[in-house]
């Protein structure tokens, strides 16, 4: 929820009062008129570039699924139906190259 926001809305266009708002959203009346004194909108903040483990993967797990799309509905299966019907050696070589 954009609390900022919703804190200018209720005491600017509902004229509700700073004890109200602040009841309302659980934050402290000094907080309410600090927000409603500045100028600043919602903070933004940046965001983590954090990398999956299976990032090495996503390619030929993309792969398996669109072949798997292709298929009828009840001749699908999921990544891990296909990870454990594959021979040991084509796994691990499989996934190595991609």
């Known amino acids: 929820m954009a609390t900022l ?32 004194r500045s100028d600043e909108s919602e903070p ?7 990398s999956s483990k299976l990032d090495p993967y996503a390619e030929k797990l993309a792969t398996w699924l669109v072949i798997e799309a292709t298929k009828s509905r009840k001749q699908r299966r999921t990544l891990r139906q296909i990870h454990t019907t594959q021979p040991k050696k084509e796994k691990t070589k499989n996934l190595s190259t991609s």
């Open 44 to 50: 933004k903040y940046p965001r983590r570039a954090s």
């Open 5 to 36: 926001n919703v804190i200018r809305r209720w005491a600017l266009r509902d004229q509700m009062s700073i004890r109200e708002i602040s009841r309302r959203t659980g934050l402290a009346r000094n907080t309410i008129k600090k927000h409603l």
